[in-house]
């Protein structure tokens, strides 16, 4: 009787799961977990391993043992939030503040809410903002160790953001912004390489798994609005080719905001969510004391989603 479920018709049947769907979502980050895991070596790998194996281990646990219900770490979920929040972190994050993300992702964020379905924010990302505002030197640590390609000692040294933040445009002349699409060490392991996010991402719009309109419309407020400052101040402002290739932009638009729990269901209000996250992102890159503002505003707009799903509901089938 727990598998009946009684809705108004039509009742349309898909092969498509949670499982398939967050299988296809871990498929897509391994072109970025690969270089990562290539360059900054056993640092990230212990990053990885920590978070995926807290996330599951807590999500099981607090299905059997609070929740008393069936466990859920077989819709490989939990994995997501773990590889999305390791993603987000520095490859020297200790494992204790790993630890301590993924209870806030799982336990916080998404189980004390009901699980899977029912979160109103983006798990990762409300991990990875309370180890930002809780352990800030920790979150900033951006040492780039020894990885398996690199047979050099460790290095130390702010983002590209970071140095705009601290230097203005003089710390940011000399930028190549192939180098930035291609490889750009330093930062989180979900900042390391444009183009591998966007090679996951277009495996995720073959699959169907997501829809191009919310990470489109953020691509285009974030160079829309980026493009009017640097035209009225190019001496002041960054530019739209810098902003939309640096920090966490291309892991926040394509793997988060399009998480289908946290983001609108009818196609204007995914635009406006897009909109809205691509404004406050500039909005807290230009004028806020943090250098990156992906997560708040993906965090922000989350709270919107019921209000544009009001809005923009979808019709009713055979109703104009």
């Not at 939990?78 to 204790?96: D, E, I, R, Y």
């Not at 230097?167 to 392991?189: E, K």
Request: hydrophobic residues 55%; charged residues 10%; glycine residues 10%.
């Amino acid at each position: 009787m727990d598998k009946l479920l009684v809705s108004p018709s039509p009742h349309i049947h898909a092969a498509v799961s949670t499982r398939s769907v967050m299988r296809d979502v871990a498929i897509a980050l391994c072109p970025a977990i690969l270089v990562s895991v290539l360059y900054y070596g056993w640092s990230e790998l212990l990053v990885l391993a920590v978070s995926v194996a807290s996330c599951v281990l807590l999500e099981w646990a607090i299905t059997r043992w609070l929740l008393r219900k069936p466990s859920t770490v077989g819709d490989l979920s939990a994995v997501v939030t773990g590889l999305l929040l390791a993603m987000n972190l520095p490859c020297t994050t200790p494992w204790w503040v790993v630890f301590i993300g993924a209870v806030v992702a799982i336990g916080v964020a998404k189980m004390s809410f009901g699980g899977l379905g029912q979160n109103v924010f983006n798990p990762a990302l409300t991990g990875r903002v309370f180890l930002l505002l809780s352990f800030p030197v920790q979150m900033t640590d951006w040492t780039v160790p020894q990885g398996f390609l690199r047979n050099v000692d460790a290095v130390s040294g702010p983002t590209l953001l970071g140095k705009v933040n601290e230097l203005g445009l003089a710390g940011v002349a000399d930028v190549d912004y192939l180098q930035t699409l291609l490889l750009n060490i330093g930062g989180s392991a979900g900042e390391i390489s444009a183009l591998a996010l966007l090679l996951g991402f277009g495996y995720l719009l073959v699959r169907r798994v997501v829809k191009p309109w919310i990470p489109l419309s953020i691509f285009a407020t974030v160079a829309l609005v980026s493009g009017i400052f640097h035209l009225a101040s190019p001496e002041v402002y960054t530019g739209p080719l810098f902003n939309l290739l640096t920090g966490g932009l291309i892991l926040g638009a394509c793997f988060m905001a399009t998480d289908y729990v946290t983001s609108p269901m009818n196609v204007w209000g995914g635009v406006i969510f897009g909109v809205g996250i691509g404004f406050i992102v500039m909005m807290i890159r230009y004028f806020g004391s943090y250098p990156e503002g992906v997560s708040f505003a993906i965090l922000l707009m989350n709270m919107t989603v019921p209000l544009l799903n009001r809005a923009f509901h979808q019709k009713k089938f055979g109703r104009a």
